[in-house]
């Protein structure tokens, strides 16, 4: 059996990242930085389909020292889950959301963007390097607002990391190739999930305009990135690394 870490799974894409990760018989590790009850439920989805879940707390924001007791647990969990001292596939996912035009943007907030979206994935990812199997795969959620087709008012700050996240993967892939291991991002468009203190919900009313800029007509859904992050992942990717792949529905297309 394969064993996946997927960062952030206790809602929105990370849980249906996990789920569908899960559903193609792999192992999963997932975390949580406030949202515990979230990351139960989906241990416990896919318990209920057969499949096995260890869910662990970790601030991918914070200092390093928590990375290094993150993988003496991984550790733990892999020899007492699954007997193995290894694992297979790692999705750096866990996110956090801020918005606002470029003369407006706060230093603390953009400093706390670096931490989440960039400093964090990749300190995470050399702190748990030596564990990560030979012949395995990364997969960097960066996002459509890095790309051209993504670019709208208000997202400098944020746009900005996930380029750097796009930029990452592809030194990653370059370094890590003499061992096999593939890396890869996804950069979903909008989608519909509690980012932003879930603005969908809150405000309902920019949903169609959104569908009305995407050419298959309507808004992304968890599962749409999720199946999308699976099959990298696994053997249907085998031969593909070093990409950026934009999973929009055709966003500004």
């Known amino acids: 059996m394969t064993v996946a870490i997927i960062t952030g799974a ?107 979206h960039l400093k964090g994935p990749y300190f995470l990812t050399q702190t748990l390097l030596p564990l990560l199997a030979d012949g395995g795969a990364i997969v960097n959620i960066a996002s459509g607002a890095a790309s051209f087709s993504g670019l709208e008012p208000g997202y400098s700050a944020y746009g900005s990391m996930k380029g750097g996240m796009v930029t990452l993967t592809r030194y990653l892939a370059k370094e890590l190739s003499v061992r096999g291991i593939r890396v890869n991002s996804v950069s979903p468009g909008a989608t519909r999930t509690r980012f932003g203190g879930d603005a969908f919900a809150r405000f309902p009313e920019v949903i169609p305009g959104l569908a009305a800029k995407t050419a298959l007509g309507r808004l992304g859904e968890p599962d749409d990135i999720g199946v999308a992050v699976a099959a990298l992942l696994g053997d249907d990717g085998r031969w593909i690394t070093a990409q950026d792949i934009e999973v929009s529905g055709g966003f500004n297309l």
């Open 10 to 116: 206790s809602s929105g894409i990370g849980q249906s990242i996990a789920i569908q990760v899960a559903a193609r018989g792999a192992g999963v590790i997932l975390t949580y930085q406030g949202n515990s009850a979230g990351a139960f439920d989906t241990v416990a989805a896919i318990e209920k389909e057969g499949g096995t879940a260890v869910a662990l707390r970790l601030d991918v924001g914070g200092p390093l020292s928590g990375f290094i007791a993150f993988r003496d647990q991984v550790v733990a969990a892999l020899r007492d889950t699954w007997q193995r001292d290894t694992f297979d596939h790692l999705v750096n996912n866990a996110g956090s959301a801020y918005m606002a035009m470029f003369p407006d943007t706060a230093e603390d907030e953009f400093d706390k963007l670096y931490r989440v």
